[in-house]
């Protein structure tokens, strides 16, 4: 049984930073492809970053790009989103992806596996 934990969020300021992570059991980490996606509260999830199954290749919704960094530690099963100079607006709850597959991918429907979602809330 796949199961994705995640971890990390909490309650901070503008302009300071979070790092999430996210667990991996029950699928060969290193085959995966995987994703952080984001629902605020009355709007529908969106994605944040990807990654492919290596590490080199990664994507990012222009909302995040130069201030999240996504990587991977295929020795630990874990995927990180570094969250850098936050805004109110990424308030949310984030949720880590996975797909059995070599690139990454953007769109939610190409994922197979969820966690239950952390709690990111940034303060103006």
């Known amino acids: 049984q796949v199961q994705l934990v995640e971890s990390g969020g909490g309650l901070v300021q503008a302009e300071g930073s979070l790092r999430l992570s996210c667990a991996a059991s029950?699928?060969?980490?290193?085959?995966?492809?995987m994703g952080w996606f984001r629902q605020a509260p009355g709007k529908e999830r969106e994605f944040v970053a990807a990654i492919d199954r290596s590490g080199s290749m990664r994507y990012y919704s222009d909302s995040v790009k130069g201030r999240f960094t996504i990587s991977r530690d295929n020795a630990e099963n874990t995927v990180y989103l570094q969250m850098n100079i936050l805004k109110p607006e990424d308030t949310a709850v984030y949720y880590c992806?996975?797909?059995?597959?070599?690139?990454?991918?953007?769109?939610?429907?190409?994922?197979?596996?969820w966690g239950q979602g952390t709690q990111v809330t940034v303060s103006s």
């Open positions: 992806a996975a797909r059995r597959s070599a690139s990454y991918y953007t769109n939610e429907n190409d994922y197979n596996y």
């Open positions: 029950g699928l060969t980490f290193s085959s995966a492809a």
